[in-house]
């Protein structure tokens, strides 16, 4: 068969739009189970494999887990309850096709939290309605703050709440215990970036994960009826994908690099000029830093290969003349004829969120763990350049130092050369968080590369 022949056999990309939808919360929110039941709704789990499930989750006296299991694969996770990797799965509704990103909710886990939320168009906020569990979640110390905050830091702009275990014994569809966390939760949303006063950027919904009630169906427990809003599927069907520049130059930050029958990348189409069709196999890209060059040699979205894919698409392309060590976990793939930059230091405008007790405050030679896209790198902040204290409206030139809640414009420099841009011209290469000791202690955004980086990466 010709390569014309074989080509032609491929399949076009289906035009409905594709999102990345991560499921964030504190953990036992109930959020494996929930996208358990989402695949199993959509008819992509069989009844056998589900009383297969059954029995496994009833050996190991978790009978309620069954259904995460689609989703934690491995033993730990199933043993213990808990995502540790971030579980991928594929869904669609008539108008729109999704990629689920299941998130660890324990603390231990966040970085892995991170690089899923970097990777999500649409956030769905697990929230627990149980009695005592909520509250948990939210307070001091729980993960349902850390992760709405993270989420916006990344890029999430719209937020799906969905308050579950709405059959739980202690709550029994009670209006009230919905109202009251949506109260809760709203003016911390708010302070956290999302627009709440609209439905299209954050929207709540009472479900139940386990039963389904407002998954793909209304709910039809007793004393759910109150409820007469749209269900989960029919909210993601309507979501708007984000916008994207058509002529923007080919960026794919990579989220894992593989053998199989030639070296894989994973990744996610951040952008790329579609008139052009921005990834099709035959073309030549440039993986950096490392300034490698590659052709793709096919295209696969999901598990099918394709003639080509498009900005939104998560996809897995074959590459020629590269080595599975030139392709890992945060490099960026380009085009040749525009380059991702590629620096070791930058100027940044962080928010410090919250530092360590025993670490409280930030100078010339802090260090941390620097989450930017896929990338994960040690930096050291090297220059103070300008504290502004939003509470005091005060600004200081070159100050000594830097205390939670306030701004600060600043250098810093990584170990390592890293796949950047100013937010302004890319965002999603452009935000970041810190880490400090398993916290995030600031989110920033990139205001400024060095004159060279450009020409580094090129």
């Not at 009826?225 to 909210?235: A, H, M, N, R």
């Not at 030639?262 to 073309?283: D, F, H, L, W, Y």
């Not at 670490?359 to 090297?382: D, N, Q, R």
């Not at 939003?390 to 939670?404: N, S």
Request: a neutral charge; glycine letters at 6%.
């Amino acid at each position: 068969m010709s390569s014309d022949n074989a080509s032609s056999q491929l399949k076009d990309c289906d035009p409905r739009p594709h999102l990345n939808l991560v499921f964030i919360g504190h953990v036992d929110a109930g959020k494996s189970t929930t996208c358990g039941n989402i695949m199993y709704l959509s008819g992509l789990v069989d009844n056998r494999t589900i009383e297969k499930f059954e029995r496994e989750a009833k050996d190991k006296n978790r009978e309620s887990w069954f259904l995460a299991y689609i989703m934690d694969t491995n033993e730990e996770e199933r043993a213990k309850g808990i995502t540790v990797e971030v579980g991928r799965a594929h869904f669609e509704t008539p108008n729109r096709r999704f990629t689920i990103l299941d998130a660890p909710g324990h603390k231990n886990y966040v970085p892995n939290m991170i690089s899923g939320a970097a990777q999500a168009d649409i956030g769905v906020l697990m929230i627990s309605a149980r009695k005592g569990e909520f509250e948990t979640g939210f307070d001091k110390g729980g993960q349902t703050r850390e992760h709405a905050m993270l989420a916006k830091t990344l890029g999430v702009n719209k937020l799906i709440v969905t308050v579950n275990k709405m059959d739980d014994p202690t709550v029994n569809w009670s209006k009230d215990r919905y109202d009251q966390i949506v109260e809760k939760l709203t003016p911390f949303l708010k302070s956290c970036g999302f627009n709440v006063k609209s439905q299209d950027d954050v929207h709540f919904l009472p479900i139940s994960g386990l039963k389904g009630d407002n998954l793909k169906e209304p709910a039809k427990s007793p004393g759910s009826d109150w409820y007469k809003g749209p269900t989960l599927f029919q909210v993601l069907d309507c979501a708007n994908p984000p916008y994207r520049d058509p002529e923007a130059p080919l960026r794919i930050p990579i989220v894992d690099g593989y053998r199989d029958m030639g070296t894989i990348a994973m990744g996610k189409i951040e952008q790329g000029k579609s008139s052009s069709c921005p990834v099709v196999a035959g073309q030549q890209c440039m993986i950096l830093p490392n300034k490698t060059i590659t052709e793709i040699q096919s295209v696969y979205v999901e598990d099918d290969e394709y003639k080509y894919a498009n900005p939104g698409e998560d996809i897995r392309l074959k590459l020629k003349n590269v080595d599975e060590d030139q392709v890992q976990k945060g490099f960026v793939l380009s085009a040749i004829d525009h380059p991702c930059p590629v620096v070791q230091k930058f100027q940044a405008q962080l928010v410090i969120t919250d530092l360590l007790e025993h670490k409280p405050i930030i100078t010339i030679g802090y260090t941390a763990v620097l989450h930017v896209h896929t990338a994960i790198e040690e930096c050291t902040i090297t220059k103070l350049l300008e504290c502004v204290d939003k509470q005091k409206k005060t600004k200081q030139k070159r100050p000594r130092f830097a205390k939670t809640g306030q701004m600060l414009l600043c250098v810093i420099e990584t170990t390592n050369k890293i796949c950047v841009d100013t937010f302004k011209r890319t965002p999603q290469l452009g935000r970041f968080t810190l880490r400090d000791e398993g916290k995030t202690i600031a989110i920033g955004k990139i205001v400024e590369l060095p004159k060279s980086a450009t020409e580094e990466g090129a």
